[in-house]
């Protein structure tokens, strides 16, 4: 069974910096698209970063030069390294995999919730 665990969130104040992580376990993903993904109070979760299977990434147009999305196949893990962060960003930050899913057509595809199938429980980012 998949199983991903975020962790890495916290309150920080504007202008700072935080790293997430995303812990995989119950399959090798390297063959799949993972992804971050953010929802605030009242709003649609929404994809922020997202990385396929060659390591080709893309980003919402808000975070683009503040956030990276990296991963680290050798340790099963999903990361994304925010700067820069503003009160816009704070929402509960997921991480998601595609598992068995066709490949990317686009990078609104890659971005989009819907495509992913095994989801974080999450991990709150706070910027105040």
């Known amino acids: 069974q998949v199983q991903l665990v975020e962790s890495g969130g916290g309150l920080v104040q504007p202008g700072g910096s935080l790293r997430l992580s995303c812990a995989v376990s119950?399959?090798?993903?390297?063959?799949?698209?993972m992804g971050w993904f953010r929802q605030a109070p009242g709003k649609e979760r929404e994809g922020v970063a997202a990385?396929?299977?060659?390591?080709?990434?893309s980003y919402r147009d808000s975070v683009k030069g503040r956030f990276t999305i990296s991963q680290d196949k050798a340790k099963n893990t999903l990361y994304l390294q925010m700067n820069s962060l503003k009160p816009e960003d704070t929402a509960m930050y997921c991480c998601?995999?595609?598992?068995?899913?066709?490949?990317?057509?686009?990078?609104?595809?890659?971005?989009?919730?819907?495509?992913?199938?095994?989801w974080g429980q999450g991990t709150q980012v706070t910027v105040s």
């Open positions: 998601a995999a595609d598992a068995g899913a066709p490949p990317p057509i686009s990078d609104y595809d890659l971005l989009a919730p819907v495509r992913y199938n095994s």
């Open positions: 119950g399959y090798t993903y390297s063959s799949y698209c």
């Open positions: 990385i396929d299977s060659d390591g080709s990434t």
